[in-house]
């Protein structure tokens, strides 16, 4: 069956960096793109950008534009997000989910919470 | 950015009463292959979402037949036939036509 699972909650002060993956069971990695997604707490859910697993082709949201870099390593089939320069309000639960092409965002991964605290 | 916006925003329903949530986008979701990329996710409370329906009316995998979808163009609903205790949640549409892909503000299901 189909598995995204993430790696663990991560504390980080501002202006750090934090880089969660995500690892894929269950299908052919290199078929589907990944897609991230976070949720402050509380709010709805923001889409952060999509990466081709099978060529590294990405899209960011706008926003997020020079301080967020996605990529894969098709050998363990795992995606990683990165965010550098982290504020408050970045502190958000952070999901990754399978980009199922004609059947939309099919799988998620179970989230990972990252807080910005200084 | 393609706007999504959902109402009613909040919708408590009595058990085994039906309930029903619009979402309408700021411009045509209609993909250039002819397709219609619009979602539909259930967030149960402290869950990740899940997909229950996809391109408006295509219920996935495991999700009850008392979830539908439909519309087309720009304006899409969500239909539960008879709402059960587990389908307590926020319920999102979502648009995968364009990047960047965005979401609805949300729709709080709750029970009376």
């Known amino acids: 069956q189909v598995q995204l699972v993430q790696s663990g909650a991560e504390v980080k002060k501002p202006g750090a960096s934090v880089k969660v993956s995500c690892k894929a069971s269950?299908?052919?990695?290199?078929?589907?793109?990944i897609t991230w997604v976070r949720q402050a707490p509380g709010q709805g859910l923001e889409w952060m950008g999509w990466?081709?697993?099978?060529?590294?082709?990405?899209d960011y949201a706008q926003k997020l534009q020079g301080r967020v870099t996605m990529t894969t390593d098709t050998s363990t089939s795992t995606a990683y997000m990165e965010l550098r320069s982290l504020r408050s309000d970045d502190t958000a639960v952070y999901y990754c989910?399978?980009?199922?092409?004609?059947?939309?965002?099919?799988?998620w991964g179970q989230g990972t919470l990252v807080t910005v605290s200084s | 950015d393609i706007v999504m916006t959902q109402t009613p925003l909040s919708s408590p329903v009595t058990l085994g009463q039906p309930a029903s949530i619009s979402c309408r986008s700021s411009?045509?979701?209609?993909?250039?292959?002819?397709?219609?990329?619009l979602s539909w996710l259930q967030q149960r409370p402290g869950q990740p979402p899940r997909l229950l329906i996809y391109?408006?009316?295509n219920r996935f995998s495991g999700v009850p037949d008392r979830f539908s979808g439909s519309g087309a163009g720009t304006d899409f609903t969500l239909k539960i036939s008879r709402v059960e205790a587990e389908d307590v949640g926020v319920y999102y549409c979502?648009?995968?036509?364009?990047?960047?892909?965005?979401f609805g503000q949300g729709t709080k299901v709750e029970i009376k």
């Open positions: 979502t648009q995968a036509t364009q990047f960047p892909w965005t």
């Open positions: 391109k408006i009316s």
């Open positions: 989910a399978r980009d199922g092409g004609t059947s939309g965002v099919d799988y």
């Open positions: 269950g299908y052919t990695f290199t078929n589907y793109g």
């Open positions: 411009q045509s979701l209609v993909h250039s292959d002819g397709n219609t990329y």
């Open positions: 990466i081709s697993a099978y060529n590294g082709n990405t």
